[in-house]
């Protein structure tokens, strides 16, 4: 079973008016790399959001974010800095008196100062911990169902890379059926053109013969088509496998081409090499799906 790395996920949790929802948004990456966005009361917990996460999440690059809210209760949660207001009300009396201002302090006056007004929040060890499991809580859900969305694009993603092995192996096939009884049809050829070029009639006949099968032996592809067949079946195990398989996936794309770019060269023959050609065009879809592989 392989895994895709994009996908999306959000998670909610609700308890006592307070309200925790966590969204996170996977892209491909080489590596993990999880970035979060949490709120300033529980910065804090940032590693041990990320180790939620990780337990779960093998690859990819991750946005998280979380987001707190209460239930509105009908209070204005706003409380009046009664120290500043009268701090401001007295350095106010002074400055008109220096003025020789008769109209005295208003309340206008006084509320031009933002900060005597200060936002109740209950932000007790209590109310922390409270707001922290129903993140935790959230983030379970969360990666839950970011985990079954890239399964099932996992699962999409592994019925188009069979079909594409698939025609590299049919590729494959007609390749060897080419090369059957190849190396006959290639020492015949290669000995009738050297015969063409050779005016001396008393020329070394078995050194002849050794060259030619020298030179057939070089355009053999016989061990390339055995070790591409054997990167094909270690392909589709790996698709089959449980673990994480991306990494060894991109491996074996890269071995898969080093073994089609040997076979074109060796072969010098244009039926053959039309059917590498046909197997890379298959495998360069292969190597970009492979990237969104966790």
């Keep these: 079973m392989i895994t895709s790395m994009t996908g999306f996920g959000r998670g909610e949790a609700a308890e006592n008016g307070l309200n925790a929802t966590v969204e996170i948004k996977s ?3 080489r590596y993990l790399d999880i970035t979060t966005r949490l709120p300033q009361l529980l910065q804090q917990n940032e590693l041990l959001l990320k180790g939620l996460i990780q337990d779960k999440v093998n690859r990819g690059k991750l946005n998280v974010s979380v987001y707190i809210s209460e239930q509105d209760s009908g209070e204005v949660p ?3 800095d ?4 009268a701090g401001y009300s007295r350095v106010l009396n002074e400055v008109r008196e220096a003025a020789g201002i008769e109209e005295p302090v208003s309340l206008k006056n006084i509320t031009s100062f933002g900060d005597i007004f200060i936002t109740e929040e209950d932000n007790s060890e209590e109310e922390l911990a409270m707001k922290w499991e129903l993140v935790k809580s959230a983030t379970e859900s969360a990666v839950s169902n970011l985990m079954q ?5 996992g699962n999409q993603l592994k019925k188009d890379l069979l079909s594409r092995i698939e025609s590299i ?15 006959d049809e290639v020492r015949r050829r290669l000995r ?18 050794m060259e030619v099968v020298i030179m057939a032996d070089k355009m053999d592809i016989t061990e390339e088509t055995v ?9 589709i195990e790996a698709i089959e496998q449980p673990e994480p398989a991306g990494r060894r996936l991109n491996f074996l794309t890269q071995e898969i081409n080093r073994e089609l770019n040997t076979i074109g060269s060796k072969a010098n023959d ?3 090499a039309h059917h590498v050609v046909r197997a890379k065009e298959m495998l360069e879809q292969i190597r970009e799906q492979v990237q969104n592989v966790e």
Excluded: C, P, W, Y
């Design 27 to 29: 892209l491909n990456s």
């Design 78 to 80: 706003i409380k009046v």
């Design 82 to 85: 009664k120290t500043k207001v």
């Design 149 to 153: 969305m890239r399964t099932q694009e």
């Design 169 to 183: 192996g049919a590729a494959l096939e007609d390749i060897k059926v080419i090369t059957a009884n190849r190396g």
């Design 192 to 209: 009738d053109r050297v015969l063409q070029l050779i005016d001396d009639e008393n020329f070394d006949q078995d050194r002849l013969e």
């Design 227 to 235: 070790r591409l067949k054997a990167h094909l079946k270690f392909f």
């Design 270 to 272: 244009s039926e053959i």
